[in-house]
């Protein structure tokens, strides 16, 4: 990983927004998928606008010509498929470069901001949906009746993959890059979820800061957001290689992907767009080699509409 943001979302609803309640589990995004998503490329956030579709790969390029994604890609031979609304992103790796400044290949993660109490927290297939504005005449964001309106997270997730860029051709239909669950499509891109938050300062966080992107770390009552003493780390509990030139993925798993209706569970791949891959992961640490080294930091920014 080269580097990620978290931002909260608190969106414009008629619900009271609240804070996630302690031990809440949540997953947005389908680590099985291997082939694009049924609601297509485009990002769907609320329910009554469709398929929720809350993920996409963003390859910022300083020229859009030729496409990030062939245009008759249909995201299982090889290559995603483009965003219809946006040029800079779709769903599945794209077969270009991402090379613009400072922001190469993202990963764009939507989190449902509606828990349901009675699913509990640690059911995170079914305890969380996104929100709906059918019924709302100004087009808020709201949640079912009797559930809790909680912060909507978005992650951001870049890799430097531009350092990668002399060792495969582009624009021909494929891409070498793989994620560390095996998948070499790009379409089970997922983000987890496990609230520690005090519930009290989020509580403050949501009715008086305004921080916006100079960070939550910027609000007065936040407390201490990014800890930089080291005294919050834990041991590995799966201690294995997961940087430098690997013979396996971590946890061996096998490359899948690009074939027809093919998931994680069928083990298949297409050797030429999976053999000898580069992984991505966001527990990547760094590189022996200093021109590859990757750095993990982390920025949490608070957005209101």
Request: aromatic content about 10%; hydrophobic content about 30%.
């Amino acid at each position: 990983m080269f580097y990620m943001n978290i931002y909260y979302f608190f969106e414009a609803t008629d619900d009271e927004t609240k804070p996630f309640p302690v031990g809440l589990r949540m997953v947005s995004g389908d680590n099985s998928l291997r082939t694009p998503p049924p609601g297509g490329a485009e990002n769907v956030l609320y329910t009554n606008q469709g398929t929720i579709q809350p993920v996409q790969w963003t390859c910022p390029r300083s020229s859009y010509e030729p496409p990030s994604y062939p245009t008759d890609s249909d995201g299982l031979h090889g290559v995603g498929i483009q965003d219809p609304s946006n040029q800079g992103a779709g769903v599945g790796f794209p077969h270009m470069n991402c090379d613009g400044y400072a922001s190469p290949l993202r990963a764009d993660i939507h989190s449902p901001s509606c828990y349901n109490p009675e699913a509990g927290l640690t059911d995170y297939k079914n305890n969380m949906v996104f929100p709906s504005s059918k019924d709302s005449p100004s087009g808020k964001a709201n949640c079912p009746k009797e559930w809790i309106h909680v912060p909507h997270i978005f992650y951001k997730v870049y890799w430097n993959t531009p350092l990668f860029v002399d060792m495969w051709e582009q624009g021909k239909g494929s891409q070498p890059f793989i994620l560390a669950n095996g998948d070499c499509t790009g379409s089970s891109l997922h983000g987890d979820f496990f609230s520690g938050w005090d519930e009290s300062i989020l509580q403050k966080i949501i009715n008086n800061c305004d921080a916006g992107v100079l960070g939550m770390d910027k609000c007065a009552d936040a407390g201490t957001i990014n800890d930089s003493s080291k005294s919050c780390n834990i041991a590995n509990l799966v201690p294995e290689a997961i940087s430098g030139v690997l013979g396996k993925l971590p946890g061996n798993n096998p490359p899948t992907g690009w074939g027809q209706g093919e998931t994680a569970s069928s083990g298949s791949s297409d050797s030429q767009t999976c053999g000898g891959s580069l992984a991505l992961s966001v527990y990547e640490k760094s590189d022996k080699n200093p021109a590859r080294r990757t750095f993990a930091k982390s920025k949490f920014a608070i957005i209101r509409d």
